[in-house]
């Protein structure tokens, strides 16, 4: 008996010692550790969202801003039954079962703290799940993205789920719209409630700076909607539109509109006015004919005889209409859009000079504007151009450029002979409200003010009494241009394999002709082979003659008469 109670009392003795030792571990040596244990098994740090800057049009009007929204989350660990809670978020968030295992998978991870369930809710819907009551899920609130409806998606572009910008004006400009986040520490209890007495710690988030972007809501929604009718009317493919101040290069409008491969027909996505590139046609024309004139190597009365095919190098080059030879001065030559008489035109200059002007018109090279994924065009060096190219550069083809390239090319002749680069935001606005101008648009001389205005002459013709008389508006003067662009095919030709033709209709123009304030093309992507209206005449002019009256009474620009300002212009007679 006395062995066993001496066995007895040893055992308690170790064991009080143990306890002794263990308890004076947690309260010396080891109580860092389990403290901090405890204190991360009840605290909760939220990352507090900062909104975006507000993307403005230039009348002031929210275009882009961000708004507050609910995020769903789990924390593993407090969860019970992960497959009962992941099935009952999947109801009500409207999961499918692939969406639902995912879920799952995240949720039994009990080491992790911190697991998405559902990001950017509405205020009902996300209440709905708190409503619950699942232990393990808790919400925050965070700011969403949102643009207006009809305000230039495209150009504008996107973010993702945190808040970066990742296309568009979104990530050119991220790192002014972007905030910096602030911080939420709190305890809380089993049920995720904040336990009374513990001190909550709040840094409150600062928002981005706000940019005042250049376009005009107003111009911008009426553009979109007449882009979208004309492709639909004509069975397009697409079709872009884009205005710009013609002095500053501040760009007004700039549409997209894509035919979904549902067939149906839709503002894009994607900036493909700045992002794209494509054969120009007899827009080009405009380029090669100013570089002649202000050369000396012509002028409007200059008389070619042009005739009504030209082999260069067995490839046949031919004029939009059947003739024989005619005697065409250089403002027909533009008016009528003749691709052999522009040609002859250019060959009164050495080429690698030709290319010059070209360049400096800004094709093969960025607009300026730095905007995301703007494409450069196609404009091969001197030495690399070789054959037919030399020729048919002077019309449009052998190089390529963007809309974006090819409105500030024309913009050129509007804006007195000096190119300037477009803009797209004109300033910033600060967290106190301070208004920081952006600086203006680069520019550089083309071409001299006297070239720009025979230019200007000419292209008027074009609308009076040539190609361009669709694009006539009642009450303003309108200087433009029409190109229809052969699109190269799979097959590296411009035939389909039926033996038909693709085109790109274009119109460029700028109003009043006389002291330009806006310059705009026009673009229809594919319009319908079988139709009359494929041509930059018929399927881009009355777009443009469609758009200048909403232009005209959003700017405030004054009518220039009662009629369309080509009284007086008598169109000449060459034969067809």
């Known amino acids: 008996m006395r062995r066993r109670l001496l066995v007895i009392g040893m055992v308690i003795i170790c064991l009080l010692g143990i306890l ?65 809670t992941s099935h009952a978020l999947a109801t009500i968030i409207g999961l499918d079962a692939a969406g639902e295992a995912d879920l799952l998978a995240k949720l039994s991870v009990n080491t992790n703290k911190f697991a998405y369930v559902a990001r950017e ?23 969403a993205r949102v643009i207006e409806s009809g305000a230039a998606e495209a150009v504008i572009g996107r973010t993702d789920p945190d808040g970066l910008g990742t296309s568009g004006l979104e990530l050119q400009f991220n790192e002014v719209l972007t905030g910096v986040d602030g911080t939420q520490v709190r305890q809380v209890d089993n049920n995720g409630r904040s336990i009374p007495g513990t001190a909550n710690n709040t840094v409150q988030p600062m928002p981005g700076d706000d940019i005042v972007s250049t376009l005009d809501k107003t111009i911008q929604y009426q553009m979109d909607a007449a882009v ?97 030879p005619l005697d065409m001065n250089v403002r027909t030559i533009l008016a009528e859009s ?33 905007y995301p994924g703007e494409s450069r065009g ?23 450029a963007s809309p974006l390239q090819m409105v500030s090319a024309a913009n050129v002749v509007a804006n007195g002979g000096t190119y300037v680069s477009p803009r797209l935001v004109s ?25 720009a205005a025979t230019m200007t002459d000419l292209m008027r013709d074009v609308v009076c009494y040539g190609t361009g008389e669709r694009a006539k508006v009642k009450g303003m003067e309108i200087a433009g241009k029409t190109g229809t662009g052969y699109k190269v095919q799979a097959n590296g030709t411009y035939n389909t394999d039926a033996g038909g033709r693709r085109y790109f209709a274009s119109f460029v123009g700028f109003f009043p002709a006389a002291a330009p304030r806006v310059t705009m093309l026009v673009s229809i ?52």
């Open 20 to 84: 002794v030792f263990r308890v004076t571990q947690l309260k010396t040596w080891g109580r860092s550790a389990y403290l901090a244990e405890s204190v991360s098994q009840r605290t909760r740090v939220n990352t507090l969202r900062a909104s975006r800057g507000v993307i403005f049009d230039r009348n002031g009007n929210e275009i882009a801003l961000s708004v507050p929204t609910t995020t769903i989350w789990a924390d593993p660990r407090a969860i019970v039954d992960p497959v009962a």
């Open 121 to 143: 809710m509405q205020k009902e819907n996300a209440q709905a799940v708190l409503d619950l009551g699942l232990p393990g899920i808790y919400s925050y609130i965070e700011p």
């Open 228 to 324: 979208l009718a004309r492709v639909k009317a004509l069975s397009a493919k697409g079709g872009t539109a884009i205005a710009i101040d013609s002095k500053t290069g501040d760009v007004l409008a700039m549409t997209n509109v894509k035919r979904r491969a549902d067939g149906t027909v839709a503002v894009a996505q994607g900036n493909f006015a700045a992002v794209e590139a494509y054969e120009p046609g007899s827009v080009a024309k405009v380029f090669s004919i100013s570089a002649a004139i202000n050369e000396g190597a012509v002028n409007p009365d200059t008389v070619l005889t042009v005739p009504g095919i030209v082999n260069i190098d067995n490839f046949p080059i031919r004029d939009a209409w059947p003739h024989g």
């Open 338 to 370: 003749s691709n052999i008489g522009t040609m002859m035109v250019a060959e009164k200059l050495d080429f690698s000079r030709l290319h010059d002007y070209l360049s400096a018109f800004g094709f093969g090279q960025h607009t300026g504007l730095e």
């Open 378 to 400: 196609i404009l091969k060096s001197v030495k690399k151009t070789y054959g037919t190219e030399r020729s048919t550069v002077s019309y449009g083809y052998g190089f390529a």
């Open 427 to 451: 300033a910033t606005i600060d967290k106190n409200g301070k208004r920081h101008e952006m600086k203006a648009s680069k520019t550089r001389t083309v071409l001299t003010g006297a070239t």
């Open 525 to 576: 992507d594919e319009p319908s082979s079988s139709s009359i209206d494929r041509f930059g005449g018929t399927a881009a002019a009355p777009v443009f003659a469609q758009l200048v009256p909403t232009v005209m009474h959003e700017l405030g620009i004054e009518p220039t008469g009662t009629d369309s300002g080509c009284h007086g212009r008598v169109a000449p007679n060459v034969g067809h």
